[in-house]
């Protein structure tokens, strides 16, 4: 397996890792090295002998498959409430009685549910579900979130995320959990009708750069959840998203979800 592998500074990590979403990447993983910090993730064979135009030094690295994926050896479920659970799809989990359970195989994408800023989207989400509501999911990788708000009762849902790799992966994850969940590789600018909860757990450049559609798509009286932003650095975001209005705060580990409506 061929990887990645970016150097950058601490404050320079969410800048580096939206260039690396913007190539098509489908998961990056931080590694904290040196004072520093290394984003690997796994790119096609395309990019051999590609000049990538970045301030950053970056490396190509071959990595055994088999050890890339021992990490699916120390997963386990994630309770995000007491009645709320991700469950990879290969660890065996007694639920318990009357929880919601939702089962995911990330593939290639990303989205196994333990990321806080997934928590936090997920639980955030969870408040604001109807029988009646429309979810839209932007940047919906293996679609956890889409999927966990079909199991709590939402109506129907869409998912869309520019690596062509999360619509196999979503579709097979929604068979699995039972749910029907509308997904493509739509951009965001190109989807059409409007939507009670739109959950956006992507980057902050790329929240401020699409908060125009994010805005769009919101229905009169609907609510947003922006995640994949850092507690207390998220201002700007906000004001990209005006005349949204913050309705709550949540945050863990130094990320944040927010509230808008």
């Known amino acids: 397996m061929r990887q990645l592998v970016v150097s950058v500074a601490d404050h320079d990590v969410e800048l580096a890792s939206d260039e690396l979403w913007r190539l098509g990447v489908v998961a990056i993983e931080e590694r904290h ?24 030094p970056w490396r190509f690295v071959e990595v055994d498959a088999a050890v890339a994926d021992t990490w699916r050896q120390f997963a386990a479920p994630v309770v995000l409430d007491s009645d709320l659970v991700v469950q990879p799809a290969w660890v065996a989990y007694d639920a318990p009685h009357g929880a919601t359970v939702v089962v995911i195989e990330p593939g290639s994408t990303f989205g196994m549910g333990d990321h806080p800023t997934t928590r936090l989207t997920l639980v955030a989400a969870r408040r604001w579900v109807q029988p009646t509501t429309r979810v839209l999911d932007v940047g919906c990788g293996s679609g956890v979130l889409a999927i966990g708000t079909m199991l709590l009762g939402a109506a129907c849902a869409v998912g869309v995320d520019i690596a062509p790799a999360a619509v196999p992966v979503t579709l097979s994850n929604a068979l699995a959990n039972d749910v029907l969940v509308d997904v493509s590789t739509t951009p965001l600018e190109d989807v059409q009708g409007e939507f009670d909860l739109v959950l956006a757990n992507i980057l902050a450049p790329a929240l401020v750069e699409l908060a125009p559609h994010l805005r769009r798509v919101l229905a009169s009286g609907g609510v947003l959840v922006v995640s994949g932003i850092l507690d ?5 975001v906000l004001d990209a998203l005006r005349p949204l209005e913050v309705v709550q705060t949540d945050t863990l580990d130094g990320w944040a979800a927010v509230t808008l409506r």
């Open 232 to 236: 207390g650095a998220h201002g700007h």
């Open 33 to 56: 090295v040196n004072g520093g910090v290394e984003l690997w993730t796994s790119v096609g064979e395309e990019l051999n002998s590609v000049e990538l135009p970045w301030p950053w």
